[in-house]
RNA sequence: UGGGGAGUCGUCCAAUGGCAGGACAUACGGCUCUGGACCGUAUAAUCGGGGUUCGAAUCCCUGCUCCCCAGCCA
């Protein structure tokens, strides 16, 4: 990831460019670009395309582009583009001077489809939608051609430029490509190239009422811009002999589309549509939410951009369906912050401790490390005093096998602090609920070693009452409940939203230091996971942190399998 | 049932006629001032049936399963 691990491993897309590099094709040129649609923000599966063309135009000396494919303005937005750019350049990738729109070739555009009406291979058509989706015929009949398929070419040109100079409504006309009516292929049968669309595009305003369809708009970007390898997904195969078509009949460079299989992640979605429904009816708090699958999230999440490269190189590129188990991303930004995230102390849910033999009113500075994997990370302070807190989870008053924490009688360790024991619990007289540990210290271990050489089984987080900095800390889970779920074809996928996948905890005790901690520096708060300041809600006044992975940890699972066990027993 | 694709450990990706390998996940062990990290071990796959070949995940035939396509979306 961030250092070592250079090796890629081979991809059926990589082969076939070093294929066509031995062969000289495009005189040793690779271009490639990451052609998104400003329609909604990047996500994960973006990400992986944004890797791949970037990457390989990277490794083969050559050049991405970065193009805005804009050609439908009813549903594209300036602040896409702005997030899309941002998001890119995040992730660690530039494009230089090579930032494109596809509407700045719409007027190039225009002129390929008036040589094409001329050549008789483009004809414009009276039809509105319906009729010609029923002339279309369906995947097992032929389609029937239009009756103004014959219109001859001063006709057709002269229509077409009555298109553009606006004298018809929307849905009035099309401008259409004249294949063949009867192709088992659909997309071959006279496929649309021109709609007439009376809106206001972000970029031309009111210039154009007449707009390109994909099918023929993205051949032609690719071509303009001389790029050799066109990567786009597996839903675009059919496609390719219309890419293809158009290009050989205009006769201009042709670039080679390849295909490969999207990303699908578990427990989340991937589809715009269904993100944008998300943001729009308020399931989560907007784009950047960080429990969505958007770049936008997972960086507010607390995920870097080294870290999801790292992840792009893992999956790999394939033309088979496949969905990436979630713990391949978590895995993934562990494997980095392990490495480069400086250790805390936070206590989530506190507990008081009393160390009722530690004078009143000391204070001492103990040092701890800030990061074990990185011995170049130093060391800092670390306030102690008498009252503390740990964390609930680290005392049961009645411990249960392997449950090698703090209870009664039981001395364990406090981190880069003192050995202490356990010597009284104070409870709520009605309720019952613990209030507070009462403790004694042993201050021979200061540090955290005993010269004796006794072992404690645990070693705990702890914050110093006085000196702790309040914050809230939001814990994230998968946002869906079930592997797949937009699998469900009689259940909507927003059945499926995991009603926890956000607890919000008011109450928490962070270590001094962590006051002046800045939005995209990651931490570990030690023991318990990977942690950021939340960049919308976090202010002065108010400390806010997210949590972006929990540490792998042994002790759940134990609880787990116990539970299940127990479980096992009663049946 | 027309066309286009794809089937390899639970998951993702390799192996391009020559020992089916890596990663994640899982389980167990070691180590540890994070039940983290690290180290080690184990489990685990070529969709089925034929054929070609000294040798097949790979080539051929055949069957099966899954995905995509009937937007004036991309």
Not at 332 to 348: G, Q, S, T
Not at 463 to 479: G, I, P
Request: glycine residues 6%; negative net charge.
């Amino acid at each position: 990831m961030p250092n070592e691990k250079p090796e890629k491993p081979a991809n059926f897309i990589r082969n076939i460019i070093t294929e066509d590099l031995k062969h000289g094709k495009n005189d040793g040129r690779v271009h490639t670009r990451f052609p998104p649609e400003p329609n909604g923000y990047l996500h994960i599966g973006h990400a992986k395309a944004i890797c791949l063309n970037f990457g390989i135009a990277e490794e083969f000396g050559g050049k991405c582009n970065l193009r805005f494919d804009d050609t439908n303005p009813t549903k594209e937005e300036e602040e896409y583009v702005r997030s899309i750019i941002e998001d890119v350049h995040w992730l660690g990738f530039d494009w230089e001077d090579r930032l494109f729109y596809a509407s700045d070739y719409f007027e190039k555009m225009y002129e390929y489809a008036e040589q094409l009406i001329k050549k008789g291979k483009a004809f414009v058509c009276d039809l509105n939608a319906e009729e010609v989706r029923q002339y279309r015929g369906t995947l097992t009949e032929p389609g029937k051609e239009s009756p103004y398929r014959n219109r001859s070419v001063e006709e057709n040109l002269d229509l077409f430029r009555r298109m553009r100079a606006g004298e018809f409504p929307d849905g009035t006309r099309t401008l259409r490509a004249k294949i063949d009516m009867s192709h088992p292929n659909l997309n071959m049968r006279d496929p649309v190239m021109y709609r007439i669309l009376h809106a206001n595009h972000h970029r031309t305003g009111d210039k154009w009422c007449i707009y390109p369809m994909y099918d023929w708009a993205h051949g032609l970007e690719d071509s303009i811009e001389g790029i050799t390898h066109s990567l786009c997904t597996l839903e675009f195969e059919d496609h390719r002999p219309l890419y293809d078509w158009f290009l050989e009949q205009l006769d201009v460079h042709h670039p080679q589309q390849i295909e490969f299989a999207r990303l699908n992640l578990s427990y989340t979605i991937m589809s715009k549509r269904k993100l944008l429904e998300l943001v729009r009816d308020g399931y989560v708090d907007g784009w950047d939410d960080p429990r969505m699958p958007t770049i936008s999230g997972l960086r507010r999440r607390g995920y870097t951009p080294e870290s999801i490269r790292y992840f792009s190189d893992l999956i790999g590129v394939a033309k088979r369906d496949s969905v990436v188990d979630i713990a391949m991303l978590e895995y993934c930004i562990r494997e980095d912050l392990n490495k480069n995230a400086p250790r805390r102390m936070a206590v989530l849910k506190p507990l008081k401790v009393v160390i009722t033999n530690y004078p009143e009113g000391k204070e001492e500075d103990l040092d701890a490390i800030n990061n074990p994997e990185d011995a170049s990370a130093g060391t800092r302070k670390v306030p102690f005093s008498r009252v503390l807190y740990i964390e609930q989870d680290d005392f049961r008053e009645d411990p249960p096998k392997k449950f090698f924490r703090l209870a009664p009688g039981r001395e364990v360790r406090l981190r880069y602090a003192y050995f202490i024991k356990c010597v009284d619990v104070v409870k709520d007289e009605n309720t019952g609920e613990i209030k507070e540990l009462h403790c004694t210290y042993d201050p021979a271990t200061r540090g955290g070693d005993a010269p004796d050489g006794r072992k404690v089984k645990a070693t705990l987080h702890w914050v110093s009452a006085m000196h702790a900095v309040d914050a809230e800390v939001r814990l994230y889970d998968r946002l869906f409940s079930v592997p797949d779920p937009g699998a469900d074809k009689e259940k909507d996928y927003k059945e499926f939203i995991n009603p926890n996948s956000l607890e919000i905890l008011e109450n928490c005790k962070l270590e001094p230091s962590l006051s002046n901690a800045k939005v995209s520096e990651n931490y570990q708060f030690e023991r318990l996971g990977y942690f950021c300041v939340d960049s919308k809600y976090s202010s002065a006044e108010k400390l806010v942190f997210n949590r972006t992975v929990s540490l792998k940890d042994t002790w759940a699972k134990i609880k787990k399998a116990m539970a299940e066990e127990a479980r096992k027993k009663k049946k």
